[in-house]
């Protein structure tokens, strides 16, 4: 009998790909704005709290998703291919993020 796939285990994933994508263009959009303005971008600006903002809540939802692969591996009668999956994607866009934050 063939299992069946983990539905927490490929929302984990697709949540992890699109988060992992769109923190790398948060990101480079940072960067093209501190290249861009004069002095660096000033932290009070509209700017720098919308993309701040948007950092955290990917951050967040990242970590959202490393919980639900985690779950998914956890289940019972569910193949476990998409829930590890979504949780090491997660896992790494979680330690990038926070390395580039650091780093910066």
Same mark, same amino acid.
């Given at each position: 009998?063939?299992?069946?796939?983990?539905?927490? *285990?490929?929302?984990?994933?697709?949540?992890?790909?699109?988060?992992?994508?769109?923190?790398?263009?948060? @990101?480079?959009?940072?960067?093209?704005?501190?290249?861009?303005?004069? *002095?660096?971008?000033?932290?009070?600006?509209?700017?720098? @709290?919308?993309?701040?903002?948007?950092?955290?809540? /990917? /951050?967040? /939802?990242?970590?959202?998703? /490393?919980?639900?692969?985690?779950? *998914?591996?956890?289940?019972?009668?569910?193949?476990?291919? #998409?829930?590890?999956? *979504?949780?090491? #994607?997660?896992?790494? &866009?979680?330690?990038?993020?926070? #390395?580039?934050? @650091? &780093?910066?």
């Amino acid at each position: 009998m063939q299992q069946r796939q983990s539905v927490l *285990g490929i929302v984990s994933l697709a949540i992890s790909i699109l988060c992992g994508f769109a923190m790398l263009v948060a @990101f480079i959009i940072a960067g093209i704005l501190e290249e861009a303005t004069p *002095g660096g971008i000033d932290e009070e600006s509209p700017a720098a @709290f919308v993309i701040g903002l948007a950092i955290l809540g /990917l /951050l967040s /939802l990242t970590m959202v998703a /490393l919980g639900l692969g985690i779950a *998914g591996f956890v289940q019972r009668g569910c193949s476990k291919l #998409f829930p590890i999956l *979504g949780t090491v #994607f997660s896992a790494a &866009v979680l330690l990038g993020t926070l #390395f580039l934050l @650091f &780093v910066g």
